[in-house]
T-cell receptor, first 115, second 114 residues
Framework: LAKTTQPISMDSYEGQEVNITCSHNNIATNDYITWYQQFPSQGPRFIIQ???TKVTNEVASLFIPADRKSSTLSLPRVSLSDTAVYYCLVGVLRNYGGSQGNLIFGKGTKLSVKP | DVKVTQSSRYLVKRTGEKVFLECVQD?????MFWYRQDPGLGLRLIYF???????EKGDIPEGYSVSREKKERFSLILESASTNQTSMYLC???FGTGRQETQYFGPGTRLLVL
């Protein structure tokens, strides 16, 4: 069962690149890695998902090393509006063959972006 | 745009009361989820459902039950509310075609049990 560990909090300034790392030492072969963003009084919102190597979309990049025991969410040139809690999610809803998998959220990293 | 709505944003109940939390999604999603979110603990899965009348236990199902009579609606039931069930409850849904999919979350219900 994958257990995830993230830093509790991080500070940054506008315009900087922010990297948030999630450790998941016992990730299973089937597991995907997904990152969500949550603003106060809202539910989490999907940012990016990957399985291995690097994934990039319009808002972030996700770096996953070959051993997949960690992953790093990279936010380029953050702004004040990126202040939020970021969660990594490791697991899969269903395994190959259809058996129930496991979805494990990290405890979240509170990112504060200052002007 | 996917919309997941929850019946209440804030709820105050007394110990021993039966509590219903309702969730509705408008995108014909197969999967629906209930999580609770507590400071320092992140999100923990209570139950999920992959079809009408189907349910699977998550990590912390004790003290909760669920009901899915219609595809768009997933209810979380606290049969006899206790103070340790004071928490933020989040509902989510996903398409249901893959093994790991994007989940779309509602705004949450903050429940206080006195």
């Amino acid at each position: 069962l994958a257990k995830t560990t993230q830093p509790i909090s991080m500070d940054s300034y506008e315009g900087q690149e922010v990297n948030i790392t999630c450790s998941h030492n016992n990730i299973a072969t089937n597991d995907y890695i997904t990152w969500y963003q949550q603003f106060p009084s809202q539910g989490p919102r999907f940012i990016i998902q990957g399985y291995k190597t690097k994934v990039t979309n319009e808002v972030a990049s996700l770096f996953i090393p070959a051993d997949r025991k960690s992953s790093t969410l990279s936010l380029p040139r953050v702004s004040l509006s990126d202040t939020a809690v970021y969660y990594c999610l490791v697991g899969v809803l269903r395994n190959y063959g259809g058996s129930q998998g496991n979805l494990i959220f990290g405890k979240g990293t509170k990112l504060s972006v200052k002007p | 745009d996917v919309k997941v709505t929850q019946s209440s944003r804030y709820l105050v109940k007394r110990t021993g009361e039966k509590v219903f939390l309702e969730c509705v999604q408008d995108m014909d999603h197969e999967n629906m989820f209930w999580y609770r979110q507590d400071p320092g603990l992140g999100l923990r899965l209570i139950y999920f459902s992959y079809d009408v009348k189907m349910k699977e236990k998550g990590d912390i199902p004790e003290g909760y039950s669920v009901s899915r009579e219609k595809k768009e609606r997933f209810s979380l039931i606290l049969e006899s509310a206790s103070t340790n069930q004071t928490s933020m409850y989040l509902c989510a849904s996903s398409f249901g075609t893959g093994r790991q999919e994007t989940q779309y979350f509602g705004p949450g219900t903050r429940l206080l049990v006195l």
